[in-house]
């Protein structure tokens, strides 16, 4: 087991990874504060026994599973649910899910009464390798992904691997996605990852990717944890990735994949990642858009999922669409494009 420690300027926080941290730390969290317990309906169907064991004293909200519901309703239910059990600044929320959940919990934990401490307890690849790490918190509005939220740091994360084994194929797609981005930013991930993409779908081989992307992740946070540079590098993948997302409801690893994919063939093509690297980063790509495999979306259709892409909150005040993108090993860059020019270019690279 790992124990890493994430310095935030706002916030100190420790992550425990590895099989048993749940049984070794999750039960002293919980002691000597009022609880409560944010999951979704399928992460509560499967692990029953585990909610009974840890937190039988706490107020369970069980929230519908899904992006559609990361929203101000549920946001709302939240808060209402937190105030009916009593809860004050000394007490304790645990988001245990995925992404989702954490987003939630993490914006709820953030907002009531001005902030309490809360724990991250994924449940999920993706939220393993990435989301339940770094403090970002967001609901999606008007049809936007996470444009209302905080940056606000859990007090722990523990990062356990025995909630991996009840994970769809589809979900394991999706934490893919991620640690394919991380490949794209660390030239030693990149390396494991190009070694082993014919293993993308061996759970000890993943999980042993895990420490590193959240090693790499904790110190991108700590140098900028409000995105104001080096965090924007988190992003690779992600602009074009949240607006296929969003318009054509696939899951977000699955929308990084394809979005890496796009905006690294466009990088290549201007010039901006070096060709090599990038042709072999397709690679890994490819064999994860491999992985649960479904029939590809009508990205001729890209068109209308641009709007989306165009009102990303990652865009700059002169109307051009920025992409993070991948340089070289173990670099990257910023890349911004005219409206007309990024739909073209990226629906070309789509097809």
């Not at 979005?259 to 690294?264: H, L, N, Y």
Request: overall charge negative; charged content about 25%.
């Amino acid at each position: 087991m790992e124990k890493l420690t994430l310095n935030a300027p706002s916030a100190k926080g420790e992550i425990y990874i590895g099989k048993g941290a749940v049984q070794k730390y999750l039960r002293d969290l919980t002691v000597g504060q009022k609880n409560f317990v944010l999951t979704d309906d399928n992460v509560y169907a499967l692990y029953k026994d585990f909610f009974a064991e840890y937190f039988s004293d706490a107020e369970v909200f069980v929230m519908p599973a899904g992006e559609e519901n990361k929203n101000f309703i549920t946001l709302q239910r939240g808060a209402e649910k937190m105030i009916a059990a009593g809860l004050r600044r000394t007490s304790r929320l645990f988001a245990v899910g995925g992404g989702v959940v954490g987003d939630v919990g993490g914006l709820l934990a953030a907002l009531y009464m001005r902030g309490i401490n809360y724990v991250q307890v994924p449940t999920t690849l993706l939220a393993q390798v990435d989301s339940s790490v770094g403090g970002k918190t967001a609901i999606d509005f008007v049809g936007v992904k996470n444009v209302l939220g905080a940056f606000y740091q859990p007090q722990t994360v523990l990062v356990d691997p025995m909630f991996l084994g009840t994970l769809p194929k589809r979900e394991w797609k999706c934490g893919v996605g991620e640690i394919v981005k991380y490949a794209a930013l660390s030239e030693d991930i990149f390396a494991k990852l190009y070694a082993g993409k014919d293993k993308l779908f061996h759970t000890e081989f993943l999980a042993s990717l895990t420490a590193d992307c959240i090693r790499h992740k904790a110190g991108v946070v700590e140098r900028d944890e409000r995105e104001l540079g080096e965090r924007k590098s988190l992003n690779v993948g992600h602009t074009t990735g949240h607006a296929i997302e969003l318009f054509y409801g696939l899951s977000h690893g699955e929308s990084v994949l394809y979005g890496m994919k796009a905006e690294t063939v466009v990088a290549i093509n201007r010039g901006v990642c070096e060709k090599e690297y990038g042709e072999k980063l397709l690679s890994i790509v490819e064999s994860a858009l491999l992985l649960a495999p479904q029939s590809s979306p009508d990205f001729t259709r890209f068109c209308a999922a641009a709007l989306l892409a165009k009102s990303d909150k990652k865009n700059g005040e002169d109307g051009k669409i920025v992409m993070s993108v991948a340089k070289t090993a173990g670099e990257w860059n910023l890349l911004a494009l005219p409206e007309k020019e990024y739909v073209t270019e990226i629906t070309e690279a789509l097809l």
